[in-house]
């Protein structure tokens, strides 16, 4: 252990995806996605889904927006698309990895776009899109930088969401399995690290799972096809390099009891199931009894073929990867909690804490019980996949980006990282920030919203020049990086 607590090979770096970063949406052979149906949004705007739907569609947290007559595919010529270009890696992944490289990055996280390998999502492979992702890994184990890949971010191919309904689809299932199964192969001996879903407890979004009709038992028996994926391919992997890391991910936001009263402890506990039960079923491989009486309740009935149940008991993952943002409360009476923004949706305030100004609580101590609590239930190594300040930065007269409000952030919740490591005796693998380099917001579509070390000339109305700008923060986690460094 080194004297700063974290241990040897540590690994440090940042967190993105495809669908936020990459860009060149139609280009090199890529076809199009669920996330480039995304307009953008701002804080009091929602991002609007562009979509040929019919007007049944319903539960999204978004607008499902009609497409007007006329409009080709799923583009509406009048509304803006952040992640068509994003603030395009595609074109700067040389560039990107270096300036990486200078903060002294040991890895980077990045998603893989599914239609960028098979355009409809179908088994049909675009070597151009092989061949970017895998200059992509080269340029990075230049630098001595481990790729650490997201099979799936938040999007699906659009025909598969069209023809399939995603996946409410039992063959989406053997689709995803030949994507899987391609990019594991092909990219055996330069990536280790693997995660199958992003937030695989984000199940009510169309543009993350493709399905239409979110009710309980469409969600649901989509989450059993992902559930199957995931087994399917930590199992895969492991045969293919049995040196292969494949995890989970989840978006971790903890509950806390809005009091002692014993009906609020309650409550959390509840509440805090909404994530466990995807932790659940992937670590353990099988269903949590709670569930299984939620379903009985609901009259949710998971079809289920032969052999699923031993395809999820053999494909339990390695490790548990998360994102952690914020905490929330919970209440047996909800009417005692006053609502601020959050990760994906609203959450209830904590009066004990600050908010970032999207209203996300910051809670630097949570990052600290959520390791604990997730490594006391289920004793894995744990991989804080993303964590981060979402705030708005200006370029002061000096052209410099002075974030000492992202500074202090990080400061506190890499202390808190640390005493979970030290003082708790947790297992942690490494720590990557979101969005270590501005890219597009996932739940609101705004540019505005900056997670980034670097920033990148882009607005939210599509003007800028790209170009990169290393904010103050960037020198201070390279010497962050520079003195935990193993010995
Ligand atoms: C997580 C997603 C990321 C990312 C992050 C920040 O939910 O995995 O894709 O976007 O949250 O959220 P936002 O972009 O909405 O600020």
């Given at each position: 252990m080194h004297k700063k607590g974290f241990p040897k090979g540590f690994l440090w770096g940042g967190a993105t995806a495809a669908n936020q970063?990459?860009?060149?949406?139609?280009?090199?052979?890529r076809e199009a996605a669920t996330s480039d149906a995304v307009t953008a949004g701002s804080f009091d705007h929602p991002r609007m889904i562009t979509y040929k739907?019919?007007?049944?569609?319903?539960?999204?947290?978004e607008r499902m927006g009609k497409l007007p007559d006329?409009?080709?595919?799923?583009?509406?010529?009048e509304s803006y698309y952040p992640?068509?270009?994003?603030?395009?890696f595609y074109h700067h992944y040389q560039e990107d990895i270096r300036l990486f490289a200078e903060m002294g990055f040991k890895s980077f996280r990045l998603s893989v776009s599914w239609s960028r390998i098979c355009p409809k999502g179908t088994?049909?492979?675009?070597e151009e899109g092989l061949e970017f992702y895998n200059s992509v890994f080269d340029e990075l184990l230049k630098y001595g930088i481990e790729p650490v890949v997201?099979?799936?971010?938040?999007?699906?191919p659009m025909y598969l969401a069209d023809e399939y309904d995603g996946w409410s689809s039992r063959d989406t299932i053997d689709n995803f399995m030949f994507f899987a199964e391609t990019i594991l192969r092909r990219y055996k001996d330069k990536v280790k690290y693997w995660m199958t879903?992003?937030?695989?407890?984000?199940?009510?979004?169309w543009v993350y799972?493709?399905?239409?009709?979110?009710?309980l038992q469409h969600q649901y028996q989509a989450s059993h096809h992902m559930f199957l994926e995931s087994a399917l391919t930590v199992s895969l992997a492991h045969q293919i390099n049995p040196e292969f890391k494949v995890g989970m991910m989840v978006s971790y936001v903890p509950s806390y009891p809005n009091t002692c009263r014993p009906e609020d402890v309650m409550a959390a506990i509840i509440d805090n199931r909404e994530k466990e039960f995807f932790i659940d079923v992937q670590v353990n491989g099988a269903y949590p009894s709670y569930k299984l009486k939620e379903f009985e309740r609901e009259g949710v009935n998971i079809l289920k073929e032969d052999g699923d149940d031993e395809i999820l008991k053999n494909g339990t993952v390695d490790y548990i990867g998360f994102s952690y943002y914020m905490s929330t409360v919970s209440a047996a009476?909800?009417?005692?909690l006053e609502k601020t923004g959050g990760n994906q949706r609203t959450f209830a305030k904590n009066p004990y804490l600050n908010a970032s100004e999207w209203g996300w609580m910051l809670d630097p101590m949570g990052l600290r019980i959520s390791l604990c609590q997730l490594y006391e239930r289920y004793h894995l190594p744990l991989f804080i996949v993303e964590n981060g300040l979402g705030a708005v930065d200006s370029i002061e007269e000096d052209g410099q980006i002075h974030d000492d409000y992202r500074i202090d952030y990080f400061r506190e919740h890499i202390q808190a990282a640390r005493d979970a490591v030290v003082l708790d005796g947790v297992d942690l693998m490494g720590y990557l920030p979101w969005g270590c380099i501005d890219l597009v917001s996932a739940?609101?579509?705004?540019?505005?919203k900056r997670y980034g070390f670097i920033y990148v000339d882009m607005n939210d109305n599509g003007k800028g020049s790209l170009k990169r700008i290393r904010k103050d923060s960037f020198y201070w986690y390279k010497k962050v990086i520079e003195s935990t460094e193993g010995a």
């Open positions: 970063y990459e860009g060149a949406y139609l280009s090199g052979g739907t019919d007007d049944n569609a319903v539960g999204q947290t006329g409009a080709a595919g799923l583009i509406d010529p992640s068509h270009a994003a603030t395009d088994k049909e492979i675009n997201t099979i799936n971010h938040f999007d699906m879903f992003n937030e695989i407890n984000f199940m009510k979004s799972t493709g399905v239409r009709n979110n009710d009476n909800k009417d005692d739940g609101t579509g705004e540019m505005k």
